[in-house]
């Protein structure tokens, strides 16, 4: 076994892959971009390297800086995750060029697989199944156009360097096909400077199951199928194995035709054999072709390692030190069921928009896995990927591990940022999933139930009142004495939702009883000290109030505002009233207190924001009305930290 390996990648993979050597006894080695100075992989390896810029370009795709990196450090190996380098041959070249080992797959087997003709002529001569149609040289326009008659319509026009679904054309007429191959290969000449292409027979209502299969170089054996077809726009969202409907047939088959194909280019370490699978009938042995293999460890592994009980991460570390492989073929079996849902900050109303923001809450709950590269405080920025969590369940039956899937998500309370959480809970009790019955345009099919925003009730919005006023942090829900005493006995609190304003009247009604006044509807709500109670009925929400932004963490998740008048109004008089953040950070010090009279240019707060403390000064003399924030709180852009005497307010006290 290695004694110290670097991970050459960020996020939750560089963690997962830690956890796993951490539990081997190897010492690791991370690596960091200026923006990850402070990430969570970082913390948890034993030694970290700066290795360049935020851009990819300028540091996890250094090949030469991170290979020296290993070389400072007494690194043996290099494990690459996934994405970045992990599926550069020139890079593994260069990796044992420096006498170093890379955790993975030969540079002769990645190039193998890496364009798409050559790799069906490669599997088909190996056996595996392809998808019939015409994967040679002959490009020309009249030729390809007389394959396609021949295979039959329709037909799919792919890029050979493709993926992901670029340079691709679904062709369903004969005089279409012109047209459609000149644009194909423009677009593929754009993406990958080269115009090649390959025509297939489509497949309609098309699964997307793979085999994840894992190599010594020279035999493989294979952890059974995962169906990721639950897709949006060739982006996975919820992974599952077993794939439902499977039988021990057709496993048995495109196992073995996994295997087959990792033999056939003597592969090394996890890898996974994409097959697209003709859903319109059930799974038939003779219903499934190759689509390509992916040379790396993939984002969805886990669901494997829950029904297997295997850790692949293991399995890699242990093969690329020299270990035979862990498990015959005979020695692995399927337990049970598992989901996985990817969780990112993204607008999911606004067509997915990923979103940015620094997670002012983040709270995961029991009996599931979350694999995550970001902690509660950590912020979401815009160089990388959005992913917040990797949400794994595992349970005895499908059934049960869909449940366990919804009532995780339900209480995967995240703060700060936009989430596609209530995305992934509608699609969790989507009718035809629930039956198992998949395929790769159920989300598209449905795309505007499932990425509706969620609406608050009235409920909902009750909580979100109460925690506005503040009235659920007194011990035992008991008003605080200043709200009895100074305070009118009815509030009101204005929030936006989803662009609604709400205006919402509370009155006290005694010890954490209030009554609810929301124009047309009223609750009457108690607050215990842990639990929220609306007309009688127990409401098991949690909140989240940072900044301005409020967030009740109940159903799907709903995000408010609350819209300070006195805030809006000094903002709109400009003049220097009020020290706010620049920009979302962690309060660092306050230097004023209320009634202190204070010159301009004074030093009234600190802010550490991009790994930098920032000054905040009085624009103007005056004195401080309000400190509206602590040391140690994380606050918005824009948040209103210290509040100054309004200038003809003091004018007319003097
Ligand atoms: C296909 C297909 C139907 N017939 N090939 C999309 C990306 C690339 N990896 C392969 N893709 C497809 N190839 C034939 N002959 C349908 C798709 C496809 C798809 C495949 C897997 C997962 C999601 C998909 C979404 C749309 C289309």
């Known amino acids: 076994m290695f004694n110290k390996i670097l991970i050459a990648n960020r996020g939750e993979i560089a963690c997962r892959v830690m956890e796993t050597a951490r539990k081997l006894g190897v010492k690791t080695v991370a690596v960091y971009s200026d923006a990850d100075a402070g990430a969570k992989h970082v913390a948890m390896a034993d030694q970290a390297v700066h290795i360049g810029g935020a851009a990819p370009s300028e540091s996890y795709l250094k090949g030469d800086v991170i290979i020296a990196a290993a070389l400072e450090t007494g690194a043996q190996g290099i494990h690459p995750g996934y994405g970045f380098?992990?599926?550069?041959?020139?890079?593994?070249?260069?990796?044992?060029?420096?006498?170093?080992?890379?955790?993975?797959?030969?540079?002769d087997a990645i190039r193998k697989m890496g364009l798409k003709d050559a790799a069906?002529?490669?599997?088909?001569?190996?056996?595996?199944?392809?998808?019939?149609?015409?994967?040679?040289?002959?490009?020309?326009?009249?030729?390809?156009?007389?394959?396609?008659?021949?295979?039959?319509?329709?037909?799919?026009?792919?890029?050979?360097?493709?993926?992901?679904?670029?340079?691709?054309?679904?062709?369903?007429?004969?005089?279409?096909?012109?047209?459609?191959?000149?644009?194909?290969?423009?677009?593929?000449?754009?993406?990958?400077?080269?115009?090649?292409?390959?025509?297939?027979?489509?497949?309609?209502?098309?699964?997307?199951?793979?085999?994840?299969?894992?190599?010594?170089?020279?035999?493989?054996?294979?952890?059974?199928?995962?169906?990721?077809?639950?897709?949006?726009?060739?982006?996975?969202?919820?992974?599952?194995?077993?794939?439902?409907?499977?039988?021990?047939?057709?496993?048995?088959?495109?196992?073995?035709?996994?295997?087959?194909?990792?033999?056939?280019?003597?592969?090394?370490?996890?890898?996974?054999?994409?097959f697209i699978v003709d859903g319109s009938d059930g799974l038939r042995a003779d219903g499934f072709w190759f689509m390509e293999m992916n040379t790396r460890l993939q984002v969805e592994h886990p669901v494997t390692e829950a029904i297997t009980g295997v850790d692949l991460v293991e399995w890699q570390l242990r093969v690329a030190s020299g270990d035979p492989l862990p498990k015959s073929q005979d020695e692995l079996s399927i337990t049970g069921h598992s989901f996985e849902a990817r969780i990112y900050a993204e607008d999911v109303p606004k067509g997915f928009l990923p979103a940015t923001g620094t997670l002012t809450h983040l709270g995961f709950p029991e009996g599931a896995r979350f694999d995550s590269g970001v902690r509660q405080g950590d912020t979401i920025s815009p160089w990388y990927d959005p992913m917040i969590a990797k949400l794994v369940v595992h349970g005895a039956t499908r059934a049960i591990a869909l449940a366990k899937l919804e009532t995780a998500l339900r209480h995967t309370d995240v703060g700060g940022t936009v989430t596609n959480v209530s995305f992934l809970s509608l699609l969790a009790a989507q009718e035809d999933f629930v039956k198992g019955d998949v395929d790769t345009g159920l989300i598209a099919r449905h795309l505007d139930a499932l990425a509706a925003a969620p609406v608050a009730c009235t409920k909902a919005r009750s909580v979100a009142a109460l925690t506005a006023l503040g009235l659920m942090d007194a011990p035992d829900g008991a008003p605080e004495a200043a709200?009895?005493?100074?305070?009118?006995?009815?509030?009101?609190?204005?929030?936006?939702?989803?662009?609604?304003?709400?205006?919402?009247?509370?009155?006290?009604?005694?010890?954490?009883e209030y009554r609810v006044d929301l124009g047309d509807v009223q609750h009457r709500v108690h607050f215990s000290g842990s639990a929220w109670f609306v007309d009688?009925?127990?409401?098991?929400?949690?909140?989240?109030?940072?900044?301005?932004?409020?967030?009740?963490?109940?159903?799907?998740?709903?995000?408010?505002?609350?819209?300070?008048?006195?805030?809006?109004?000094?903002?709109?008089?400009?003049?220097?009233?009020?020290?706010?953040?620049?920009?979302?950070?962690?309060?660092?010090?306050?230097?004023?207190?209320?009634?202190?009279?204070?010159?301009?240019?004074?030093?009234?707060?600190?802010?550490?924001?991009?790994?930098?403390?920032?000054?905040?000064?009085?624009?103007?003399?005056?004195?401080?009305?309000?400190?509206?924030?602590?040391?140690?709180?994380?606050?918005?852009?824009?948040?209103?930290?210290?509040?100054?005497?309004?200038?003809?307010?003091?004018?007319?006290?003097?």
Request: glycine letters at 10%; hydrophobic letters at 45%.
């Open 120 to 274: 069906k002529v490669l599997m088909e001569e190996a056996g595996v199944p392809v998808v019939p149609g015409y994967h040679g040289a002959n490009q020309d326009g009249a030729f390809l156009a007389a394959e396609a008659d021949k295979i039959g319509y329709p037909v799919l026009i792919k890029a050979v360097a493709g993926g992901g679904g670029k340079g691709m054309r679904l062709v369903e007429d004969p005089a279409e096909f012109a047209d459609a191959l000149a644009s194909a290969q423009g677009e593929a000449t754009t993406a990958f400077g080269n115009a090649d292409v390959l025509i297939e027979k489509y497949v309609t209502q098309p699964r997307h199951v793979e085999v994840q299969v894992f190599g010594d170089g020279t035999h493989a054996v294979h952890l059974f199928e995962r169906d990721c077809s639950l897709q949006r726009r060739h982006q996975k969202v919820i992974e599952e194995a077993p794939a439902p409907g499977m039988s021990a047939e057709v496993r048995a088959a495109m196992g073995q035709a996994g295997v087959r194909a990792a033999e056939a280019i003597g592969y090394k370490g996890a890898g996974t054999v994409e």
């Open 85 to 107: 380098l992990s599926e550069n041959p020139e890079f593994v070249d260069a990796v044992e060029a420096a006498g170093l080992v890379f955790i993975g797959p030969s540079a």
């Open 536 to 654: 009688q009925t127990k409401v098991k929400a949690r909140t989240s109030y940072v900044g301005d932004e409020l967030t009740v963490f109940w159903g799907n998740g709903y995000v408010f505002h609350v819209v300070d008048p006195l805030d809006r109004a000094s903002d709109e008089a400009a003049g220097g009233n009020v020290i706010a953040a620049p920009m979302p950070g962690l309060v660092k010090a306050i230097f004023a207190e209320a009634g202190q009279e204070v010159k301009e240019g004074d030093r009234l707060a600190i802010l550490e924001a991009m790994k930098m403390e920032h000054s905040l000064l009085a624009a103007r003399d005056g004195v401080v009305a309000e400190v509206l924030a602590h040391a140690g709180d994380q606050v918005q852009e824009g948040a209103a930290l210290i509040q100054l005497v309004e200038e003809d307010e003091a004018e007319a006290a003097a």
């Open 483 to 512: 709200f009895v005493m100074w305070s009118p006995l009815t509030q009101t609190v204005h929030l936006s939702h989803n662009e609604e304003d709400i205006e919402v009247r509370v009155t006290v009604l005694g010890t954490g």
